[in-house]
């Protein structure tokens, strides 16, 4: 497949700047499959859209304050993204501006808590650096002082609440570690919405992946098949696993745990680093409804939802457009039935 086949435009205005004031107001397109116009709710509607005995699966990661605003010896500013602790507590990192940064430069925060110390240049700006933390406190609590909360480069407006770009069932300090971006479907859910799903007899389980900067990054090829993902840790719990087996659909909040569970599918192991890369013709064995936030053109979650929906996706998607759907972390959300699930004439 050529890449340039999951390409669309998508006018800067349409790109949400922040969440709306209530998470479960924004809008939720429902694909009602091939030849029906799709129907146009709100993430609030989504328990009405289920039936008992469906499962619904979340990602609980919680993203890491992981955006270093830093300064040189010399006075100077440089950034540092943290990308993923490694097994000898180094980092692996994305540092500006790396080329005029030498390899055992230390950097500090503004207040002297945090100092970073710049290992080995990897190239196109990414590095290994090491992290130190003064005054009794542990690295990661020092991080939660003087960090900043990731959002991706297309969003241009300072978030008033943190909060907001975490979901309201995130656990920190998991056994993966944190992430650098959010599993940007859970936003939307709400006690409320959580509530209404159990009263419905439709339950809630959660397994974590450790979302990387590779879950969000352009497709680097022309042709689909030569993208490589980058490895992201997951995790499933077993009791998790044991619903799935017995659920009559399983429906995935966000790209992001679809990933996860079709990885654990795939490995047959529950834990793991997971490089999926899921395209094409790809054999889902565990995902059978999905709600998700819209992509950006050209990346590999298109792509999955390629996989998942067919060509329908860019009819569902111009429908989007066409009606004031907002687009991408902040905006709003679909919910799709994977192609083979459709029963003919239903």
Known sequence: MDSTAFDYELPTERIAQEPLAVRDAARLLVDRGPGTEPADRTVRDLPSLLEPGDLVVVNRTRVLPARLRLRRRSGGAAEVLLLEEQADGTWRALVRPSRKLRVGEWLTSDDGSLQVELGDDHGE???????????????????????????????????????????????????????????????????????????????????????????????????????????????????????????SRVVAIGTTTVRALESAAVTGQLEGRTELFIHGDYPFAVVDRLMTNFHQPRSSLLVMIDAFVGSRWRALYDHALGHGYRFLSFGDAMLLTRHDRWVPGA
């Open 125 to 247: 700006g990414l590095r290994t650096v090491h992290l130190a933390a003064s005054g009794g406190r542990s690295v990661l609590d020092t991080l939660d002082a003087v960090g900043e909360v990731p959002l991706p480069p297309y969003i241009h407006r300072p978030l008033a609440d943190p909060e907001r770009y975490q979901t309201i069932f995130s656990a920190g300090g998991g056994s993966l570690g944190e992430s650098v971006a959010a599993p940007t479907a859970g936003l939307h859910l709400t006690e409320r919405v959580l509530d209404e799903l159990s009263r419905r007899g439709i339950q809630v389980v959660s397994l974590e992946l450790a979302v990387g900067i590779g879950t969000f990054r352009p497709l680097s090829a022309g042709k689909v098949e030569d993208h490589v993902m980058h490895a992201e840790h997951y995790r499933i719990p077993e009791a998790t696993w044991a619903r799935l087996e017995r659920a």
